[in-house]
């Protein structure tokens, strides 16, 4: 796919479940060097929330700035607004705590957002579309997210999300909803006729045997353990590893 700018008016779309990269429309955006697309990644991590300028540095060079390690981010920023926001619709809004990204269309977003309306079907009992939805959602992902970004802050995002990756592949496989019921025993043989009886001679009255009472199907049966659905229960979007959000 080539790299363009294309029209300023499409819709900007996302992508951090593989490479990071922007497109606006069908046309992928050059959103710069490593260290700036490093940039918007922290900022799409965070969407909607502020990302104070020392965490950015922090993030890009690992705890170990160069002296002008903030004038670089702003020039990252600088760029990132070219590239994304030329027609300057404070996409990237700067704030006494940090650079916001304004909330946008992301494959991230999206692998929730068809996880949590999978849960819906579920609830409701569509199971075909449950796992419609399930394998819609991790058919999103291309390859290791946030592909090249190294360093604990990216390397906890990348945890977090491959999680979230795991957890759903669980749900991949229908659950299975009916408690197995013990087999129905199987028909008594029909008797062979019997034979002309010998003259009867006397004896003893036969000992007559109870069968053995069979045991009911009960819901707490240890026979017969309940099975167990993955859908139950779990965390959808576990936490952060550093940050527990």
């Not at 957002?113 to 079907?121: G, I, Q």
């Not at 669980?170 to 010998?198: I, M, N, S």
């Amino acid at each position: 796919m080539g790299e363009s700018s294309g029209d300023p008016a499409a819709t900007l779309r996302f992508e951090i479940l593989g490479p990071v990269r922007a497109f606006r429309g069908a046309e992928q955006v050059d959103i710069g060097p490593l260290r700036q697309r490093a940039v918007l990644a922290l900022l799409l991590l965070n969407a909607g929330k502020p990302v104070p300028v020392p965490e950015i540095v922090a993030a890009l060079w690992n705890g170990d700035p160069p002296e002008n390690g903030v004038d670089i981010v702003q020039r990252y920023v600088g760029g990132l607004r070219r590239a994304l926001d030329p027609d300057r619709t404070s996409l990237i809004a700067f704030t006494d705590d940090g650079y916001v990204l304004r909330p946008s269309e992301s494959d991230a977003a999206e692998f929730r957002a068809a996880l949590t309306r999978a849960h819906t079907e579920h609830r409701t009992g569509n199971l075909d579309e449950a796992t419609s939805q399930v394998s819609a959602a991790l058919g999103l992902w291309q390859n290791e997210p946030l592909t090249g970004l190294t360093g604990p802050v990216f390397e906890s995002a990348r945890a977090r999300l491959n999680l979230e990756r795991a957890t759903a592949a669980k749900l991949a496989a229908r659950p299975a909803h009916t408690r197995p019921f013990p087999p129905a025993p199987a028909p008594a043989a029909e008797p062979a006729p019997a034979a002309d009886p010998a003259p009867a001679r006397p004896h003893a009255p036969a000992q007559v045997k109870e069968p053995a009472p069979t045991r009911p199907f009960a819901p707490d049966d240890p026979a017969y353990p309940e099975a167990v659905d993955p859908w139950d229960g779990h965390d959808l979007f576990p936490p952060d590893p550093l940050t527990g959000r």
